[in-house]
Nanobody
Framework: QVQLVESGGGSVQPGGSLQLSCAAS????????FGWFRQAPGKEREFVAA????????WYNTSAKDRFILTREAVRNTVYLQMDNLNPEDTAVYYC???????????????????WGKGALVTVSS
């Protein structure tokens, strides 16, 4: 089992920045892959970015590629999503996910070895 707790959400003006954190616990993280997803009101949950906790290799969706940076800190068992140049379309609940493959970390599935946090709300408005 893996427990995930997101933090760092809040309100920000367009053009601003936020850093989300995902603190993991419960088992070794070395062979896990982490993903961030978001779900805006009335829309389906969508993939944002993923990272291998072991190698640090990352993958981003098109909207995040030039504005978001995903990193991990092994000592703190934490994954960070730095979000810059935010715009109102980024408003959503952001979810952290852990899985045993990169594919799991990039999909919205809920399998036996896939773990989700409860989400953090990000609001971008003027």
């Amino acid at each position: 089992q893996v427990q995930l707790v997101e933090s760092g959400g809040g309100s920000v003006q367009p053009g601003g920045s936020l850093q989300l954190s995902c603190a993991a616990s419960g088992r070794t993280l070395r062979d896990l892959y982490f993903g961030w997803f978001r779900q805006a009101p009335g829309k389906e949950r969508e993939f944002v970015a993923a990272i291998s906790f072991t190698s640090g290799t990352t993958w981003y969706n098109t909207s995040a590629k030039d504005r978001f940076i995903l990193t991990r800190e092994a000592v703190r068992n934490t994954v960070y999503l730095q979000m810059d140049n935010l715009n109102p379309e980024d408003t959503a609940v952001y979810y952290c996910k852990a899985g045993t493959t990169f594919s799991q970390a990039m999909s919205t599935t809920h399998g036996a070895t896939e773990y989700w946090g409860k989400g953090a709300l990000v609001t971008v408005s003027s």
